[in-house]
């Protein structure tokens, strides 16, 4: 054959085979499209730099829960919900990829809106009196989730604060920083140890620097450091007032899983700390330990049943008075008067049942005007000193009934009555949940 026409039929086949191919895909169904990535599944949903605002309100804007499928359109739309929830004034919902079970870790991150917060403030006094006074705070100053607080009693007893956190809470590390400032005037009852011990006075400054780490959300741990100095006097035993100065060095765990510090309906609270008072000092060196659990289950829907238990412990070669402990009252044994007992060393525990009367888990305290709960209670208690032995016969036992009154932003007012195991025992008034 002639090479020209051999050329001519080589490309005449070509074509053909071309036209035929493109027939051919034309004609073909489409197959399915596959997705380059497999679908994710939504793991842990986490939540940054709320303090006034609740975490659930913030997780139900987000449309997933653990295990469900994830989408980013549907992600954008809770941005934009979260940002318009009433005091926040930033917002961002991170979406990052966790290898180690193939899941979406969402992480909201917000800043609210700084706004001064004010409420008249009751304590018990070291005489057992209630003292009155105002107490001022704000929990995201200059926008940035700093602490800043403040408060001082100048009825019954002299006693003002000052505080300052920040948990740098953001891009950066989950680490912060925080400064309090402590004056406290007063006198202090010591007559269960002596009548040259009574009405002892004392002056109290103390200066703390902490620096602490969030373990998650739940969990921290804190390094603080201070200096203390005290200004102390016993009638009957020194003429002029004595002077203490001394630093200070503690460290601190704490865990709390509890829904709401204000009335637990679930939850943990553990406290573990360890302080050195006076550390390198030859004359004035304090070891303080403490361990404080609470533990709260919700009942029948309405009902809690709450316990508590504290060991603290003391130990030095000068123990001052003001650091001793003492027992009895509305914050540890309830129908024995303050400093019935007293020691280096003490166990406080306590058992209550609790029965809200117009409030709920799907009510909470905030959405009321007045928050009432009744509660049935159970309180054990004892002191000893350091060369003594603990012995259940030193223990002091005392049951009793109650009602607290619980507003949003107040601490509460409740009045128990406590019975003692051999005698009548006495009324309470307090501030506050005992636990």
Known sequence: MHPHIAKKTRRRVIRTILIFGMLLIAWTPALPETSETPPFRVGQIRVYGNEKIRTHILRREIPFRRGDLFDEEELDEARSRIQKIPG??????????????????????????????????????????????????????????????GSFLLRGNTIVTASWENPWIGTGPRVGVGVRLTYEEYKYVYGDLGKALEDASIERLHAKLRIFRKLGSRTRITLSGGIESVRSSTPGVTLEPERDTYPT??????????????????????????????????????????????????LAGRGVIAGHGRLRYRDGDRMPAYRREHIGGAQTLRGYDYGSFHGTRSIVSGIEGRLPLNFSRNLPIEDVLIGIAFHAFADAAVAWEDNEDLSTRNFHGTFGAGVILLAKGASGLRFDYGWRLDDPGRFEFDIGMKF
């Open 249 to 298: 060095v503690a460290i601190s765990f704490v865990h709390d899983s509890r829904d709401s510090p204000t009335y637990p309906w679930n939850g943990v609270y553990f406290r573990a700390k360890g302080e050195e008072v006076g550390p390198g000092s030859e004359t004035f060196s304090i070891h303080e330990g403490t361990a404080d659990l609470r533990l709260f289950k919700s």
């Open 88 to 149: 926040v004034d930033y917002s961002e919902v991170r979406a990052a990829y966790s290898p180690r079970d193939s899941s979406i870790v969402l992480s909201i991150i917000i800043t609210e809106k700084s706004t001064f917060n004010g409420r008249p403030l009751f304590r018990r006094g070291y005489q057992n009196k209630i003292s009155l006074g105002l107490e001022l705070w704000e929990l995201n100053f200059r926008g940035r989730s700093e602490r800043l607080s």
